[in-house]
């Protein structure tokens, strides 16, 4: 068995672990009638965050996760989840007629993009982030995810550093020189920006498109973690008074 699909095998438990804790807390759902709403109801389901290669966006992700004790959506994952045509239609089948109705109503604007419709991925990733969005407790690192979903259900992030910086700690953690390592942050910046662009025609890279942007230069990510979730708890304060 190849180191490839041993990894397969881990992402595929992970997601089917994942959609059984949705199946599970379905009644509660029910019951308390939380799910993702127009614009007027604001019900913090989900973080987003939105990181440059070398920041630590994903460290800050894990850490914070552990903390809070909520699900971690990473691009593998959430590839998985939209490329694998059972699991994408066993993600759509966990909502029910009424929030699906909300989902295609909010995806509307998207899906009349020239890109989206002839982009199937795309197309299924857009509804994956919004199944998972709705099912909450979640915490969704990059996809362009809060630029896509509701920003009133969710505390949109973005981490960033100086880009030097970036270098050093990519250069360190994939032993390789610094021309190398350059050259991979540069690329991931620009493919970034044209993803966001080509899909959504947003700037990743503005800050108006977030609620908090964090520079990790002198912060852990342990601190960064513990920010957010305290930044997290102000906004449902507030929403609370």
């Not at 990894?7 to 595929?12: G, K, L, P, S, T």
């Amino acid at each position: 068995m190849t180191i490839q699909s041993v990894h397969n095998r881990e992402i595929n438990s992970i997601v089917e672990s994942q959609m059984r804790q949705w199946v599970i807390s379905s009644d509660q759902q029910a019951r308390s009638e939380i799910r993702l709403a127009s614009d007027d109801q604001s019900v913090v389901k989900y973080i987003s965050i939105s990181r440059d290669l070398g920041s630590c966006g994903g460290e800050i992700g894990n850490v914070l996760a552990e903390l809070m004790d909520w699900q971690i959506y990473d691009k593998e994952i959430l590839d998985h989840m939209a490329k694998d045509m059972d699991i994408h239609k066993n993600v759509l089948e966990s909502v029910d007629e009424r929030t699906t109705g909300f989902i295609e109503e909010w995806l509307t604007p998207f899906f009349t993009k020239k890109q989206v419709a002839q982009d199937t991925y795309y197309h299924h990733l857009l509804k994956t982030l919004m199944v998972i969005a709705n099912h909450g407790r979640a915490i969704i690192i990059g996809r362009a995810a809060g630029m896509i979903l509701p920003p009133k259900n969710g505390l949109r992030i973005r981490v960033t550093s100086p880009i030097d910086l970036r270098i050093q700690r990519i250069a360190q953690r994939n032993n390789i020189s610094l021309d190398q390592a350059k050259r991979l942050v540069k690329n991931s910046d620009k493919a970034r920006r044209d993803f966001a662009h080509k899909f959504l025609g947003k700037d990743v890279f503005d800050s108006l498109n977030y609620d908090l942007v964090i520079n990790s230069k002198y912060l852990s990510p342990q601190a960064i973690a513990k920010l957010i979730w305290r930044a997290l708890d102000q906004r449902l304060q507030i929403e609370n008074n």
